[in-house]
């Protein structure tokens, strides 16, 4: 399924009233595609109809403040965590590659990373998104082969066994009859 059609997918869920399903995938989404700014706004949007503004700013914080609400929503989300880039840092785990970004969310990132050196002098660095198939094929790679390894391995613990109870069977015979 693309990205359009997970997206219609989502729109869907809204309109019948299944918001927690609709963020829940979205959110998954934003995982898989961080730098797509439109899915943080969509979410943003979502919470921001709900009511619950602090989430709203959490997901606004790297869109442009081109309306007031967005301002108020990102600073009550910012207020929320005593305005530490730390804290939001880690809240928002960005792990897309921030040269694709608007200039304004680079700023915006970069801010936050400074503030976080400053105030914690640490910068929590999250590993870019990987291709999940990708890795789910290298994973199945190396499952398989320790699998194998694994059935060798029993194989040889099973047929060990074996050959001592017939060992044991056998001198049981041979001392008494």
Not at 78 to 97: A, P, T
Not at 156 to 163: E, F, K, P, T
């Amino acid at each position: 399924m693309n990205l359009k059609e997970k997206l219609n997918k989502i729109d869907s869920e809204i309109d019948n009233g299944l918001k927690f399903k609709a963020t829940d995938r979205l959110r998954n989404l934003i995982q898989e595609n961080p730098n797509e700014i439109k899915l943080w706004n969509k979410l943003a949007e979502i919470y921001y109809e709900s009511g619950f503004l602090d989430s709203a700013g959490k997901y606004w914080i790297l869109t442009e403040p081109t309306e007031e609400r967005i301002k108020k929503c990102v600073e009550i989300y910012e207020k929320s965590v005593n305005y530490s880039g730390n804290q939001i840092l880690q809240e928002i785990v960005f792990r897309g590659d921030k040269s694709k970004l608007s200039e304004f969310a680079k700023q915006k990132l970069s801010k936050l990373e400074l503030d976080s050196e400053a105030k914690v002098n640490h910068v929590p660095k999250f590993d870019k998104k990987l291709n999940i198939k990708k890795k789910y094929k290298t994973e199945q790679k190396h499952t398989l082969k320790n699998k194998l390894y694994e059935l060798i391995f029993f194989s040889i613990i099973a047929i060990i066994g074996i050959l001592i109870i017939i060992g044991i069977v056998t001198i049981v015979k041979w001392l008494f009859w």
